[in-house]
């Protein structure tokens, strides 16, 4: 049989979502304060940038579908 909830419930269950929001939002913050976790490749110097290749185990090129390339202007 179906009851209705109760307001002290419905109030119990919105507290615990919130408790728990809270804390993961407090937790996201602190592991992220700690700073991004260190590549495997190693430093590379700010500005630098690495391209690497999809393929796998030097397999096909994978298809890209219809893609155009965006003209883009360097910041100096």
Same mark, same amino acid.
């Given at each position: 049989m179906i009851n209705e909830a109760?307001? %002290? *419930? %419905? #109030? $119990? =269950? /919105? =507290?615990? @979502? @919130? #408790? /728990?929001?809270l804390v993961v939002r407090w937790w996201m913050r602190r592991s992220a304060s700690a700073g991004p #976790?260190?590549? $495997? *490749? *190693? $430093? $590379?110097p700010p500005g630098e940038v690495r391209i690497e290749d999809l393929r796998r185990d030097g397999g096909e090129k994978p298809q890209r579908g219809h893609v155009i390339d965006a003209d883009f202007e360097e910041i100096k």
């Amino acid at each position: 049989m179906i009851n209705e909830a109760s307001f %002290t *419930g %419905t #109030a $119990r =269950l /919105i =507290l615990v @979502l @919130l #408790a /728990i929001w809270l804390v993961v939002r407090w937790w996201m913050r602190r592991s992220a304060s700690a700073g991004p #976790a260190p590549h $495997r *490749g *190693g $430093r $590379r110097p700010p500005g630098e940038v690495r391209i690497e290749d999809l393929r796998r185990d030097g397999g096909e090129k994978p298809q890209r579908g219809h893609v155009i390339d965006a003209d883009f202007e360097e910041i100096k």
